[in-house]
């Protein structure tokens, strides 16, 4: 439960590759450590033949803009063209709906999933959930840290700095998924 074996197409490309959004440092200056290796694996996975990068940014206002914007450049920068972006997302619900939304525009039938090793279980149960019709693959990154994010919440600001805080939110989400799911 703590972690899941990637899953990767064999010999074919997925028609998205989608990163959610993991916010910037608390300062606001720059992409999180785990934010940029995220968007460097998954601009890797796009030499496989892959037609869109998808990724999404936090929240609203100017910090959702800076984190785009930094994304964006590091997608152009790698040689993505096709970038489509999810923006002021609020959590993974919200997220895979509006996912599911630009998968459906763009008559995607796969999409790999690149996200964090503790993150990537609760992405994916919620993805089965949300993405109906799409086939999910993924690929799990390890962070070489752990940083402080700007969130608007206190807990989400200290839990994404504590490597054991971090991997705590993620199992206990991932067992509430059924109850979010009632809500």
């Known amino acids: 439960m ?3 074996a990637d899953r990767l197409p064999c010999n074919v490309s997925v028609d998205a590759i989608y990163v959610p959004g993991f916010c910037l440092t608390y300062n606001k200056q720059r992409l999180t450590v ?3 290796v995220c968007m460097e694996k998954a601009t890797q996975q796009m030499q496989s033949g892959s037609r869109h990068l998808v990724f999404s940014g936090c929240y609203d206002g100017e910090v959702l803009e800076q984190e ?3 994304r964006h ?3 152009n920068d790698s040689g993505v063209r096709s970038v ?3 923006r002021g997302i609020v959590n993974t619900e919200d997220e895979l709906i509006k996912l599911a939304l630009i998968l459906n525009t763009l008559d995607a039938r796969s999409v790999l999933l690149v996200s964090d090793e503790y993150h990537m279980p609760r992405l994916v149960r919620w993805a089965r959930l949300r993405l109906s019709g ?4 993924h690929i799990s990154v390890r962070p070489p840290t752990y940083e402080f994010t700007w969130e608007p919440s206190l807990i989400k600001v200290i839990r994404s700095g504590i490597k054991p ?3 705590l939110w993620n199992v206990l989400l991932y067992l509430a998924t059924p109850l979010l799911l009632r809500k």
């Open 2 to 4: 703590l972690r899941l």
């Open 34 to 36: 785990l934010n940029r």
């Open 68 to 70: 785009l914007t930094l």
């Open 73 to 75: 450049k590091l997608a």
């Open 84 to 86: 489509k972006k999810i």
């Open 134 to 137: 799409v086939e999910i693959f």
């Open 165 to 167: 805080l971090w991997i």
